[in-house]
């Protein structure tokens, strides 16, 4: 945190000439590492890691419950940065699946007496897929190419509105949500909050995790970084940039229904905020913080973010909302490129893709 | 029958006619030069031929095809391929990457996704960058070349993907006299395989590496035919004269 405070001071010390763009992390340890060829991505993936495994060791139960839901939104987090900080798609709405799934797998929980972990978790990332494959091939797929605005205007009324529509309709519990929503079982064995509930939102999150870093780090991957440098040159080298688009809000949904589904048997109801543009803001906050077009820094942006909103509400009861407020502001006034570029290059973030990165790691001695 | 031939080309911009049954028709392994004064329509009739502008009437053909309506998208897969005049090679990635990005564009989705490609098009790409004097920094991010280079890197780019037709805006704006030189010796080896249109202020270059030129003037043509006879043609000689 020393570190931090010193890059801010730095940077709030040069005056408003500092330009709040693409230079952010140019400090000494970013350099350093460049001239070393030095990979810090796995290392800081690694810390996460290890960190999150030996947790629930030393956390109380409820702080284990707390941790649990930390995860969960962690792996939202990751559908969201998918989408904005590899794709370039202002999704102001990934609550809309996020919630979907979750209502959906409450209905069947509630109605259909079905809370089988082999049924229910795929259930919800089909309604994730599903739900995300309609909103995007309207909005993404037209006759022209859709503009930011009205992307970031056609998520956000989705996820509005079927927040609204929730609150009215009484079959979905109207304001109340669905409560009491029973445990997700495997066989006879029901999967409660606490520390197995942890390890296996954790294991699911690794597993996306690894996922989504295959993909972004594919030929695939190089494509999505040419789509958000300047999609019109990649468009006319050929590519079909609407569908790869399309692609990603869909995979972005596919996760957030999982995490969706997740958070709803872990929190045992669900209430129309969870599809509203509260939790989508938030989604936003979390890669923003974390440092978006790098997984790790959605992932260390939602815990960031979570845990010290958990810490300040326990120790400033009154003001910790706009403590918080004003820390995100700081962040990413002058830290566009989030917490990670602290420590993480522009270089190593972009990242390389070619068949040439073997060649290069094999000449290295 | 020539390999692009658009005609009777017409953009109106609001009040401003930028082009007025301009025509333009390129044959095959051909290096034709785009000339005229300052707002005479070189650049619209360029774009309209790329697809990045829709003309308000006529219509273009590419390989006794009508491409009039179809997207940049649909033009680059019918092989056709645009170096813009302000350089956008992407200055993140490294260069080779840039190369790799333009090669892949035909891979399917599923190659993409599984990387099947990288391995293939590796050798692809170095060849690639030596041909344009760049395999030495091929793991340097693009922001960290020179103009020249930049525009040599983009030139590449666009050939990447084997075009028939390749489109220069202004290649050698902002170059030194020596970069100019060595950007002509890099595009003669490519008229094996592709025909090129050129947009150029730089007579000289245009002289040297073209066959044929079409001139407009206030967009219309004013001439058309082999640089000896554009050079010898009076018209031609008069408004470069009087804008002079």
Redesign the interface.
């Known amino acids: 945190m020393g570190a931090a405070k010193q890059a801010l001071r730095a940077t709030l010390g040069e005056g408003p000439e500092v330009s709040m763009a693409d230079d952010g992390p140019d400090g000494a340890l970013p350099a350093r590492q460049a001239a070393t060829g030095l990979k810090v991505l796995p290392i800081v993936e690694g810390l996460v890691l290890i960190v999150a495994l030996i947790l629930p060791l030393f956390l109380q139960d409820y702080l284990t419950v707390f941790a649990t839901r930390v995860v969960i939104l962690a792996l939202f987090a990751l559908s969201f940065d998918l989408v904005w900080g590899y794709a370039g798609i202002m999704s102001f709405g990934q609550a809309l699946f996020f919630g979907a799934a979750g209502y959906g797998v409450a209905l069947m929980a509630r109605d259909l007496n079905i809370t089988s972990i082999l049924l229910v978790l795929p259930a919800g990332t089909l309604i994730g897929l599903t739900s995300s494959l309609l909103l995007g091939g309207f909005l993404l797929l037209g006759r022209h190419p859709s503009s930011v605005i009205f992307v970031a205007l056609g998520t956000l009324t989705g996820s509005y509105a079927a927040d609204r529509l929730a609150r009215g309709w009484y079959y979905l519990g109207g304001q109340n949500g669905i409560p009491s929503i029973p445990p997700m079982s495997l066989g006879s064995y029901d999967l409660t909050e606490g520390p197995v509930y942890y390890y296996f939102a954790l294991g699911i999150l690794a597993i996306v995790y690894l996922l989504c870093r295959f993909l972004v780090r594919s030929q695939f991957g190089l494509a999505l970084a040419g789509l958000r440098e300047n999609e019109q040159r990649i468009a006319f080298f050929g590519y079909k940039t609407q569908h790869l688009k399309a692609i990603v809000f869909a995979v972005g949904g596919t996760i957030a229904g999982l995490a969706g589904s997740l958070y709803a048997f872990h929190e045992g109801f669900v209430w129309p905020n969870m599809l509203g543009v509260v939790i989508s803001t938030q989604v936003v906050l979390y890669v923003l913080f974390g440092g978006s077009g790098t997984l790790i820094g959605a992932v260390i942006g939602a815990v960031i973010i979570e845990g010290v909103s958990f810490w300040l509400s326990d120790n400033y009861r009154e003001i910790w909302p706009i403590i918080l407020g004003v820390l995100l502001l700081l962040v990413i006034l002058f830290r566009p490129l989030g917490l990670i570029s602290f420590v993480l290059g522009e270089r190593e973030r972009v990242g390389s893709f070619g068949a040439a990165r073997k060649e290069k790691r094999n000449a290295a001695p | 029958m020539p390999l692009l031939e658009a005609t009777g080309i017409g953009k109106v911009f609001g009040k401003l006619t930028a082009l007025d049954g301009a025509a333009l028709t390129v044959g095959e392994n051909e290096f034709h030069g785009l000339i005229g004064p300052n707002g005479s329509g070189k650049s619209t009739l360029m774009k309209c031929v790329?697809g990045?502008e829709m003309p308000t009437r006529g219509k273009v053909s590419f390989v006794n095809r009508d491409i009039t309506a179809l997207?940049?998208?649909e033009r680059?897969?019918a092989g056709m391929?645009?170096k813009?005049q302000i350089t956008?090679v992407?200055?993140?990635?490294?260069l080779?990457?840039n190369i790799?990005?333009?090669l892949?564009?035909?891979?399917s989705?599923f190659?993409?996704?599984?990387?099947?490609?990288?391995?293939v098009?590796?050798d692809h790409?170095m060849t690639m960058l030596s041909q344009f004097r760049l395999a030495d920094r091929?793991?340097d991010?693009a922001a960290a070349l020179s103009h020249g280079q930049q525009q040599w890197l983009e030139i590449a780019?666009a050939l990447?993907?084997k075009p028939r037709l390749l489109l220069l805006d202004e290649p050698t704006g902002g170059m030194s006299l020596e970069e100019r030189r060595v950007t002509g010796e890099l595009l003669q080896p490519i008229k094996r395989h592709c025909s090129l249109v050129i947009v150029e202020h730089d007579l000289d270059f245009i002289r040297d590496i073209c066959d044929r030129l079409t001139v407009l003037d206030q967009g219309r043509v004013l001439a058309s035919g082999t640089v000896a006879e554009i050079q010898a043609n009076r018209n031609v000689q008069e408004i470069y004269l009087r804008r002079a």
């Open positions: 790329a990045a997207s940049p998208t680059a897969r391929s645009l813009f956008s992407l200055p993140n990635l490294t080779y990457d790799l990005l333009a892949q564009a035909q891979s989705l190659d993409l996704v599984f990387s099947r490609t990288r391995g098009l590796h790409v091929a793991h991010a780019m990447a993907g």
